[in-house]
């Protein structure tokens, strides 16, 4: 059944999804509770980098405990990934995305009375299920409703709004504290998250499962676009993680974009105060300028991504040229040490996002009937890499401070050891790849063959 405003969906012979199945009007508004959903995603995400020095006082939480806090809301999420991508296939943007905030709000609930590190992390983890389709469920919407190009807009566009929630998660958080309480920053978050519930119960049309029209199904499992289900489900997944697009993309996805978003939502608050010396207060100002950088930097690639694509430009070429200016900030910060400012850390985040093309173009690689699948297992790659980061990060922090070494000293180690894995991602996705008829790299997402 349409929503309202929604036109009858449906796909070409070619496999396409027509463009602009949604009146305008009903367009923004779906997209407008989807963004509130995802907002509140990210201000979860980067909650802990803010609330760092709290936990480490209050609750006497190691540089480790931190990182494994922080990360468990990402194991939480890598861990719902595959199983999420046969719900969106199967169920629907708007079920499952329902279904799941439910979890986020009990987990927000439980954190909010949680005592000790186990019961923090186990909430955490609930919470990372719980928001785990806050960006998937409009990726996979827009990946049916859109066109490719106004597919890499609209994603810029959600990662902006993500970016918003993080700078929510700095200062806002900070002035609310005297307030509420850590404890009740998360009662207030749950109460945001049940109204970000009825937002997308209200507007995001009910979604049928979506299916080849008849006369160009093919076999279940084919590659052709299907839903499969049982085997042929995990027969979908070893297509999407063995397709050369996705193998060539998956180390920088996994070490780069999952160490952005660590960095961004952990390890920048302690740098700014174990080693650039400031307080807590000042480094709560600092996050903010990071994020704020960020959400300009994704508001102008919303604007550009149409320009880029209208000239060709794909997305392997904008992580070849972009992501050595990330390489390069990332040892000058580290070279830098108690001088590496909160403006140093957004030169470099800023950098890093020219690795964010990477998960739309897989999704494109995939008929819309896997679309779903596609962009979770890259997710998966992901977020499994901003938890083994942030959790080895602050590993590495303690071994050092073990074996003697000052503060500044242990994070300038551990973001060394980080920076050589990055490099070694980057130079993986230099390699040359065998030239594929039907995979569309670029990001306009037609069919194109992978460059060298």
């Known amino acids: 059944m349409a929503g309202p405003g929604m036109r009858e969906q449906g796909e070409d012979a070619s496999g396409q999804v027509p463009a602009a199945p949604f009146a305008a009007s009903a367009l923004a508004a779906l997209s407008v509770a989807f963004a509130g959903a995802y907002f509140l995603s990210a201000l979860l995400r980067g909650v802990t980098a803010t609330l760092a020095p ?23 999420f890598a861990a719902m990934q595959l199983p999420l991508g046969r719900s969106l296939d199967r169920f629907g943007p708007r079920r499952t995305l329902l279904a799941l905030l439910a979890l986020a709000v009990l987990g927000c609930i439980a954190f909010a009375h949680a005592r000790g590190l186990v019961s923090l992390v186990l909430a955490r983890m609930l919470i990372g299920v719980g928001v785990s389709a806050c960006l998937m469920a409009p990726l996979t919407g827009y990946r049916r409703w859109l066109s490719p190009a106004a597919q890499m807009r609209a994603n810029s ?51 049928r499962p979506f299916e080849m029209p008849a006369p160009h199904r093919p076999a ?9 289900d049982g085997g042929a489900a995990a027969a979908s997944y070893r297509q999407i993680v063995c397709h050369p697009l996705f193998v060539r993309t998956a180390p920088v996805g996994f070490f780069i974009y999952g160490g952005l978003i660590g960095v961004q939502a952990l390890w920048a608050g302690p740098w700014l105060t174990r080693v650039g010396g400031i307080d807590a207060a000042a480094a709560a100002r600092g996050l903010f300028a990071i994020n704020v950088a960020m959400l300009f930097t994704f508001m102008a690639w919303g604007a550009v991504m149409p320009r880029l694509a209208a000239r060709g430009i794909d997305a392997m070429r904008l992580m070849r040229w972009g992501l050595p200016l990330a390489l390069a900030l990332l040892l000058l910060n580290v070279a830098l ?43 998966l790659v992901i977020f499994a890499g901003v938890f083994s980061i942030q959790w080895g990060i602050g590993l590495i922090v303690d071994a050092a401070l073990a074996l003697g070494a000052d503060d500044a000293g242990a994070f300038r180690a551990a973001f060394g050891v980080f920076g050589a894995c990055a490099l070694a991602a980057y130079l993986w996705l230099l390699r040359p790849a065998r030239r594929v008829a039907d995979n569309p790299a670029s990001l306009r997402g037609a069919p194109s063959s992978l460059e060298s």
């Open 54 to 76: 709290v936990f480490s006082v209050e609750l006497g939480l190691r540089a480790g405990d931190l990182g494994l806090l922080a990360g468990a809301y990402f194991l939480g």
């Open 157 to 207: 566009w959600m990662l902006m709004t993500g970016s918003l929630g993080m700078v929510a998660s700095t200062l806002p958080v900070q002035w609310l504290l005297p307030w509420l309480g850590w404890r009740g920053v998360f009662w207030l978050v749950a109460a945001l998250l049940a109204l970000a519930m009825a937002g997308v119960a209200w507007f995001v049309p009910r979604d």
């Open 337 to 379: 040490g108690p001088a590496a400012l909160a403006w140093h850390w957004a030169a470099w985040c800023m950098a890093c996002t020219f690795v964010t093309p990477s998960q739309p173009a897989v999704g494109a690689a995939f008929p819309p009937a896997l679309a779903g699948r596609a962009l979770s297992a890259f997710n």
């Open 220 to 228: 279940p499992g084919a590659a052709s676009g299907a839903v499969p």
